[in-house]
């Protein structure tokens, strides 16, 4: 009777209608990268209301809010940028064929030496340290949150009551 | 309480407002990129002349190049708001189907028989004897297993109804044209071919100036004569270069015909002459294999350098992949339907064919052309000494009249290399533009990057440019075939059986660039450093174009904490505006201005785009 009463409901018509779809797209797919691209592109980029909404009851954990999102964006563009200027800090010398270690001795100690320099933001060098301390620290906050919800999304969770 | 009229002349207002912000924007991005490229020429000039790498000047460049960035991404912020429309799909080329297997077989065998093979192979065998021979297989068997990985993907392709031109397309349908890998394959392409562009532009160059005048001079000719002759020759470069680029689709069936006849001419003398070396030391193959002996030990490295080296004499078969558009569907073949009255292959069929002839062909040619020098044991060090051994060896050996024949045959290879070459390189640029990695309208200007490019390549000298071509070629068609494995399950591991010709090519191919790190290690670091450089740019690409504004302003930041410590230690102080009879004195301050302005109008740009113009979702 159950049944019955689900098969007339057009809301279970139209899930059991989507399961369909899903299981008859993933039949045709080539390749799974392909099929992850092409659900990015028309699913999960679209830009509709009820998609989303969709996309968000389907998901079933409450996703970060979006000033997270860009919190943690900043924090990695900052990362980025010290790595960025740490790569080619120490790519140069590569790139300018300084192979002898006395010359990369030379050109090490010379950064160094400009790290501990007297330049004219120094006055302002604590608390442009604690700005961007304080950053770097506020994103890793968030990007842990994030990495705790990737860790429930993986089922990485063990059971209560589980051995 | 505000009426609805009242609310849309408000936002009308923001949105003026927002338009003007952008304008000054704009202008202000002009100055610090005029400003930032000053400096960047003037830091650049300098470390060059200096030779000396200092810590200062290397922040300052950083901090240039992040100006200079800034100066772009300000000078693009109004049009880019105003014009999204230049990202939309441009018009495809309607293709006409026109070359059969005859002209598709002539167009693969002149972009892999090139001029650099009347330099490289004299100097390789010579120097080499048995292991240049050996390397010329190697690099050749690499290259037909290469081959064979594009006739299966271009058959699997097709029966797919996917439509691959050019190699890094089987990328781009087996991992999807916004991966990385098929980034990475299409920029180290584009690489590879504007640096064997510029190598072949070079010895054209050589050859014009200098070895040409020599040979009419030495033949008998008067000054004027030769002098006419070379004109006649760059007119001729010209109109060839033209018909390819610009008149391409009005005469496709002409060029193919030419290629036949050309290819033809080239094979057939280079195989004469050959025999005519070979004949004229009675095939005097003393030493072949002596110098190597009694060391054997030293092999296989040697071996594996020299056959990376001599990579660039076979890969342009690739350039078959690219006329699989303009091909007919069903071709008969020369000599086979003549026996065989109405036979005919079909398109997967006769692509396969003429991929793996095309190698095949210029591996006998190459392998007897070399052997036939060395048959001669011309001395190393004059051979070095002259501008395009293969022209000075026909000279010397065969003759004036051979010697002409020779430079008209480098002319050919010269044609049937450069032209092709910087074709491919634009078509590389303009597919990135097609899968959304730059607007349209640059992709629309891919000839003229090619050709800016090309000329600042050229510099760099033929060591480099060999090198380079070799590293970046082997890194692409390495990624060119994996692509067999992800075309057919998606992923790389784990392995399976019809997975090892793919695995191994690959294999074999970086293996073969790693070793180019034994003959010059600086172009190795320069490929790899350029592969990195191409991945951060996608990065950025894929940050969109908010979060680029959001990276270039945090980096901008950064950079200035890092210049502020040059003002009063290092880096270039004063420049001097050319054609203005301007002086800026502390440039450095106002790199740090223009860092500090950049980074506040970026991030105000961005919150209007979000608050003001609710171009996001936000």
């Known amino acids: 009777m159950a049944v019955m009463q689900s098969s007339e409901d057009p809301s279970e018509k139209i899930a059991n209608q989507i399961l369909l779809d899903i299981k008859a797209f993933m039949i045709i797919q080539e390749s799974e990268v392909k099929a992850k691209h092409t659900i990015q592109r028309l699913i999960l980029e679209a830009h509709d209301e009820y998609v989303n909404r969709f996309l968000r009851l389907a998901g079933g954990e409450k996703k970060s809010s979006k000033t997270s999102h860009i919190i943690v964006a900043v924090g990695e563009l900052i990362l980025s940028s010290f790595l960025i200027l740490g790569g080619l800090v120490l790519l140069a010398p590569f790139i300018a064929n300084l192979s002898t270690p006395s010359q990369l001795y030379g050109y090490l100690s010379q950064v160094l030496l400009y790290l501990t320099s007297n330049g004219p933001l120094f006055p302002y060098a604590r608390i442009i340290g604690f700005s961007l301390a304080a950053l770097l620290l506020v994103s890793a906050m968030y990007t842990l949150r994030m990495a705790s919800s990737s860790i429930k999304e993986a089922g990485l969770l063990v059971h209560s009551g589980a051995e | ?618």
């Open chain 2, 1 to 618: 309480m505000s009426t609805p009229g009242q609310s849309d002349m408000g936002r009308e207002k923001a949105r003026s407002g927002a338009l003007a912000f952008k304008s000054f924007a704009a202008l202000l991005g002009v100055v610090i990129l005029i400003f930032s490229l000053l400096y960047v020429w003037y830091q650049l000039r300098f470390l060059v002349r200096s030779q000396i790498l200092q810590y200062s000047d290397l922040i300052a460049l950083v901090g240039a190049f992040a100006s200079l960035l800034s100066g772009v991404a300000l000078t693009v912020l109004l049009p880019e708001s105003m014009r999204l429309k230049s990202w939309s799909p441009i018009r495809k080329i309607v293709p006409k189907k026109v070359y059969g297997f005859g002209t598709v077989l002539a167009i693969g065998i002149g972009a892999t028989m090139g001029s650099p093979l009347f330099i490289l192979i004299p100097l390789n065998v010579v120097q080499y004897s048995v292991l240049s021979t050996l390397s010329l297989f190697f690099a050749g068997m690499l290259t037909f297993l290469v081959a064979k990985l594009y006739s299966d993907m271009n058959e699997i392709a097709t029966k797919s109804g996917k439509n691959p031109i050019g190699g890094p397309s089987f990328v781009s349908i087996a991992v999807g044209s916004r991966s990385v890998r098929y980034f990475l394959t299409r920029v180290s392409n584009w690489l590879a071919n504007i640096t064997l562009a510029a190598y072949s532009a070079l010895l054209f160059i050589l050859f014009d100036l200098e070895v040409l005048p020599k040979i009419m001079t030495n033949a008998g000719f008067t000054l004027f004569e030769s002098q006419s002759t070379v004109y006649a020759v760059d007119a001729l470069f010209a109109v060839w270069f033209l018909l390819n680029t610009v008149f391409e689709r009005r005469f496709l069936r002409l060029i193919g015909y030419v290629q036949i006849f050309l290819t033809l001419a080239m094979i057939l003398i280079i195989a004469y002459q050959s025999y005519l070396f070979g004949s004229t030391s009675s095939w005097d193959l003393s030493g072949f294999l002596s110098p190597y002996l009694s060391d054997l030990s030293s092999w296989p490295v040697a071996l594996l350098v020299n056959t990376a080296y001599l990579f660039l004499l076979f890969f342009g078969f690739q350039e078959i992949q690219s006329l699989y558009n303009d091909s007919v569907e069903e071709s008969s073949v020369p000599i086979l339907s003549n026996l065989k009255k109405g036979y005919k292959i079909n398109k997967i069929s006769y692509f396969r064919a003429t991929m793996l002839w095309s190698v095949i062909i210029a591996l006998i040619i190459n392998i007897f052309y070399a052997i036939s020098i060395y048959s001669l044991h011309p001395d190393l060090a004059t051979l070095s000494s002259s501008a395009i051994p293969g022209i000075y060896l026909a000279g010397k050996y065969l003759g004036s009249t051979q010697q002409l024949i020779t430079a008209s045959v480098f002319l050919i290879a010269t044609f049937t290399t450069f032209v092709p070459t910087f074709m491919a390189a634009s078509r590389h640029l303009s597919s990135l533009a097609e899968d959304g990695y730059m607007p349209h309208s640059l992709g629309r200007l891919s000839w003229l990057f090619t050709l800016v490019s090309i000329a600042v390549l050229a510099v760099g000298g033929q060591d480099f440019l060999v090198n380079i071509t070799d590293f970046m070629m082997l890194i692409s068609l390495g990624l060119i075939a994996l692509a067999a494995v992800w075309m057919r399950k998606g992923r790389t591991l784990p392995l399976d059986r019809l997975d090892l010709l793919p695995f191994l090519t690959w294999l074999f191919c970086f293996i073969a660039a790693g070793a180019i790190y034994i003959i010059q290690p600086s172009t190795v670091i320069f490929g790899v450093t350029s592969l990195i450089i191409v991945y951060l740019v996608y990065d950025l690409v894929e940050l969109g174009v908010l979060g680029v504004q959001m990276m270039i302003a945090v980096f901008d930041t950064i950079s200035i904490l890092a210049v502020t410590s040059l003002v009063r230690t290092g880096g270039i102080s004063v420049l001097k505006i050319p054609f203005a009879s301007l002086t800026i004195n502390n440039a450095n301050t106002l790199m740090i201005y223009c860092l500090t302005v950049s980074a506040v109008l970026l991030s105000l740009n961005i919150l209007i785009d979000v608050k003001i113009l609710g171009r996001t979702r936000i």
